[in-house]
């Protein structure tokens, strides 16, 4: 009986897993920051609902604060972002400033974008690039934050 039970919980376990894995998942846009410039990790949700935390290197993150992405725009996200997945997406190598120079990936269902930072290969990269930075400003965060 306690083996039968504990098959029971195991399985329960990975259906609710299987299910907080679907398309709801939030994604999260991460900035490595640089030398002279904040980091940041935002994270949506599908229903436009995000966080983001400021954080400098080697520092650990600011209080996340919440804020909403535009309807139109989270769905054109989500849309690009499948899109961008399902073609495994790529970006142009690029040269990087040693003090400027950051990184930024979209995190999403298992998968991560290349380096948005770097140019896009493709109109796809674009997209999902252009909806990044959307989503960057309605943050209220500007393009590069710099560090005071």
Not at 19 to 38: F, K, L, M
Not at 96 to 111: D, E, I, L, R
């Amino acid at each position: 009986m306690t083996t039968r039970l504990a098959a029971t919980l195991v399985a329960a376990m990975a259906i609710a897993t299987f299910v907080a894995a679907g398309p709801g998942d939030s994604a999260v846009i991460t900035n490595s920051g640089s030398t002279n410039a904040y980091g940041y990790t935002i994270t949506v949700t599908p229903d436009g609902k995000a966080t983001v935390a400021m954080q400098a290197r080697g520092a650990a993150p600011s209080a996340a604060k919440p804020f909403t992405v535009p309807s139109a725009t989270i769905t054109k996200f989500f849309d690009d972002l499948a899109a961008a997945r399902k073609a495994n997406i790529a970006s142009v190598p690029c040269m990087k400033s040693v003090s400027f120079g950051s990184t930024t990936h979209v995190a999403w269902q298992g998968w991560q974008s290349p380096d948005l930072d770097c140019p896009p290969k493709d109109d796809l990269g674009t997209a999902l690039l252009n909806d990044v930075e959307a989503i960057r400003k309605a943050s209220g965060i500007s393009s590069t934050p710099l560090m005071h």
